[in-house]
């Protein structure tokens, strides 16, 4: 059974930083996808990166390339979401999940953390 614990998410101002964990439990092998989401008052679900944890290939949303960054742990099983340069539209919580695909469209993961919440004031 695969599970996955979010953690790290606090308040910050504008143009600071947080560090977002990951940690997975569950899986024989990295032969998966983790990816991040966010939700924001009132707005959809949106994919913020993914990263393909065999490999440690990524990709990002345009709106957040060059000021997130996504690594990992192996010997720790904990996939990292570094934010820097945060601006008030960031906030949002924040999930992660783990799938067989490749992608960050949240439809295509099966398994979900709980979510933590990132607040960026101006």
């Known amino acids: 059974q695969v599970q996955v614990v979010v953690s790290g998410g606090g308040s910050v101002q504008a143009g600071g930083s947080l560090r977002l964990s990951c940690e997975v439990s569950?899986?024989?092998?990295?032969?998966?996808?983790l990816g991040w989401f966010r939700q924001g008052p009132g707005k959809e679900r949106e994919g913020v990166g993914v990263i393909y944890v065999a490999t440690g290939t990524t990709y990002y949303n345009a709106d957040v390339k060059g000021r997130f960054t996504i690594s990992q742990d192996n010997a720790k099983n904990t996939v990292y979401l570094q934010m820097n340069s945060l601006k008030p539209e960031d906030t949002a919580m924040y999930y992660c999940a783990t799938g067989s695909s490749y992608s960050v469209a949240p439809e295509s993961y099966k398994y979900w953390g709980q979510g933590t919440q990132v607040t960026v004031s101006a």
């Open positions: 569950g899986y024989s092998s990295r032969y998966y996808s």
